[in-house]
């Protein structure tokens, strides 16, 4: 038995801007943010689009790419629909998952999100993994899908520029390939882990139990997001590094044998460090940085979706991915196509 991906998807916004539009508004400009983050345009969600609307709409693509033409159908097999997301459109309740699962008519789904900020989809593809191994589901829905940019705080220029709007999804199945020995296929490991005594580096400070908003009062701001940067960057460097050794040392191989690296995307220079950690070329990884910025929860599968249709993800090659963000959390996952 192998929890395989069986198809992907993925939904970018049509509003494209540049670092030249935001240098308009925000004291800023191209080459600052090129040469620390590698950041050339973001995605932006339209005011009326909310998380589930990314969301829904990668997932279209994805059951589109699984079997043209059959989106209803297909959605009516699913077991699970699980959304990884850090800007949900309601706090507490109902879940991402749950207004997904309505709109594509997956009514014999469970749906629940998962929240571990960029991790998210690397802990979500764990997490319907290890439920689709157990009793009678067989087919999952994972989703990334965030839309940071309706909680960044516009007055700070060190945080605004980095982030944009997206969603990937995948479809993931239990299949009777194998799992060990030769021949085997699926996700063979993920390592999740957490260092909440980061928890305050990055954060949003209004709106939930521990500041809430009070009765009559008038807010000058919406919701921000609060990133500590040098902090989460360090924290980043290592804990990216930690990741690729510990699913390497799981499966006993190097990185020779691994095709392709999926990363979060927050900063280039991150992934150019472990890059040089492990004496590896760039083009290990798959990068899409420049396009999209930081998509937060969406970022491994849209890039995933991306490779997968660039053609040079063959069955049966390794691929890895590698995610970190707000938690703090971090964890990778090792998967034979
Ligand atoms: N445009 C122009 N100048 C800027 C900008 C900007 N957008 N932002 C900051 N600056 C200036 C600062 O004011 C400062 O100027 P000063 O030296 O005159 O005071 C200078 O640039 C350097 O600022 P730093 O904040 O020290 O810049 P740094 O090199 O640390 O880069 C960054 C900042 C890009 C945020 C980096 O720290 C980083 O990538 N951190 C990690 C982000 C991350 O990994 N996040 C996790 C995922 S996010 C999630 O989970 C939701």
């Known amino acids: 038995m192998a929890i395989e991906i069986v198809a992907t998807g993925r939904y970018l916004p049509t509003r494209r ?17 090129r040469s620390h983050t590698g950041i050339g345009s973001r995605h932006y969600a339209e005011p009326e689009q909310a ?15 699984f079997a043209p033409g059959k989106a209803a159908e297909t959605a009516l097999t699913l077991d699970l629909v699980i ?15 749950c207004i997904v699962q309505d709109r594509l008519g997956a009514t014999n789904a ?11 989809f690397v802990y979500a593809l764990d997490a319907a993994a290890g439920m689709l191994a157990f009793g009678n589901r067989k087919r999952a829905l994972v989703i990334g899908s965030d839309v940071l940019s309706k909680i960044t705080n516009w007055d700070d220029r060190g945080t605004c520029v980095l982030f944009g709007d997206a969603a990937g999804a995948a479809i993931i199945e239990r299949t009777d390939a194998p799992s060990t020995g030769a021949g085997k296929r699926g996700l ?6 957490a260092q909440g005594s980061g928890a305050q580096e990055l ?16 807010l000058e701001k919406a919701t921000h997001l609060y ?10 460097v290592k804990a990216f590094t930690d990741v690729m050794q510990e699913l390497l040392d799981l499966e006993g191989i190097t990185m020779e044998r691994v095709k392709k690296i999926i990363p979060h995307q927050a900063n280039e220079r991150i992934v150019q460090a472990a890059a040089k950690r492990f004496g590896l070329p760039e083009d290990k990884f798959f990068m899409n940085i420049e396009k999209y910025a930081n998509t937060s929860a969406a970022t491994i599968p849209v890039a995933l979706d991306e490779y997968a249709h660039t053609g040079d993800l063959k069955k049966g090659d390794i691929i890895m991915t590698v995610g970190f963000g707000g938690g703090l959390t971090y964890g990778g996952n090792l998967i034979v196509w």
């Open 188 to 193: 063979i490991h993920s390592v999740l882990h």
């Open 83 to 97: 959304v990884a997301t850090s800007s949900p459109d309601y706090y507490g309740f109902p879940a991402v998952a």
């Open 17 to 33: 801007v540049t670092n030249d539009d935001l240098a308009k508004t925000i004291d800023t400009n191209d080459e600052w943010i």
């Open 227 to 236: 990133m500590n940067g040098r902090a989460v960057y360090n924290f980043a």
């Open 51 to 65: 998380t589930s609307d990314l969301a829904y709409e990668a997932a279209m693509n994805a059951l589109e790419n």
């Open 203 to 218: 954060k949003c400070e209004r709106g939930g139990t521990r500041n809430p908003y009070k009765d009559g009062e008038t």
């Open 110 to 120: 469970g749906a629940f999100d998962v929240s571990a900020a960029c991790t998210g």
